[in-house]
């Protein structure tokens, strides 16, 4: 027996059974992580969107809608950055958030917001969930346009010329209520307009009540051509020669002749109306002979004047 033991063939098949055992040991392991697998954690992306537009469901034949709100904000969030990227993008996104007015009365109502046309495996949760509406017949007039200009945005020393409009009427359609409120169309000069010059350019038309108040409403065209001429506000008055200093001893008399006799000033007309004339200060200290000095006009920081220079002939005589 204890030959047996050490022979060869007793140890090969001691490690044909160790063999086997391992074997069997790994593929009961594997097995069981097959029966219960163990994942990850899977990450979950997000993006926040402003001002998505809101898709408004309505007959817009029969009716016109107002004060309600533009666009809402949506939080979107997925496990596929791929997909959550496409619904970011404005020129790859395929879901719109939608307000549905096709059973709502004529009033004032407050719509559900959807989410319609969103991918699978993206989640949309839209702020605002419902919005208010004001829904009312439609009805469409033709108004008058009235070129508009705040003085504000006129530079000092300026002045409104000519104002000419492209369109003298154009059609408003809005709600029945509101048609019978507007007095009439404005063809407003932009605010970030200061006119020194003349302008010319394409306004946004608005409808607006008899007090000015803007009106909810559909123009058409919804712009006009705006042309505005200025020019500057001036006036003509007399340049009045000051002479100072100390005349010389030899001297009987300094008698001074302008150039020019009068000035063209410009500013604004409350400041036109303080000024009747223009001082030109002429030192005559040291003159002992007839002479022509140069000298320069001035009104003051607020006033532009021309000429800006001016020649006075200082004649003299002996005594």
Avoid: C
Wanted: overall charge positive.
């Amino acid at each position: 027996m204890k030959k047996f033991l050490n022979s060869r063939l007793w140890l090969g098949l001691v490690s044909i059974f160790f063999a086997v055992l391992l074997f069997l040991t790994a593929v009961s392991s594997n097995q069981a992580n097959s029966a219960n697998p163990t994942y990850g954690p899977v990450e979950t992306y997000t993006h926040s969107l402003s001002d998505v537009p809101i898709d408004m469901k309505y007959d817009s034949d029969k009716y016109f809608i107002s004060e309600y709100s533009y666009g809402a904000q949506v939080y979107l969030s997925s496990t596929n950055r791929v997909k959550l990227d496409s619904e970011v993008n404005t020129d790859t996104r395929k879901f719109k958030i939608v307000a549905d007015l096709s059973k709502s009365k004529p009033g004032k109502v407050s719509v559900p917001l959807s989410v319609t046309n969103l991918p699978s495996g993206v989640v949309a949760k839209v702020t605002p969930d419902k919005i208010s509406v004001t829904i009312g017949k439609r009805r469409t007039k033709t108004f008058s346009v009235t070129p508009s200009i705040d003085p504000k945005q006129i530079q000092p020393g300026y002045e409104v010329g000519k104002i000419e409009v492209g369109d003298s009427k154009v059609k408003v359609t809005s709600n029945e209520s509101t048609i019978d409120t507007i007095d009439h169309v404005v063809a407003k000069l932009p605010e970030n307009q200061k006119l020194s010059a003349d302008y010319h350019g394409s306004v946004t038309l608005q409808a607006v009540s008899a007090d000015g108040t803007i009106l909810a409403s559909t123009i058409s065209p919804a712009t006009t051509e705006l042309s505005v001429s200025v020019k500057k506000i001036t006036k003509t008055v007399p340049i009045r020669v000051n002479l100072f200093g100390q005349m010389d001893s030899s001297l009987a008399s300094i008698v001074p002749k302008l150039s020019n006799e009068t000035a063209t000033i410009s500013a604004s007309q409350e400041v036109l109306d303080t000024i009747d004339e223009v001082i030109v200060d002429v030192p005559i200290s040291g003159v002992t002979k007839s002479t022509i000095k140069t000298v320069k006009v001035s009104a003051g920081d607020l006033v532009s004047v021309e000429p800006k220079v001016v020649s006075v002939q200082l004649t003299t005589k002996k005594k």
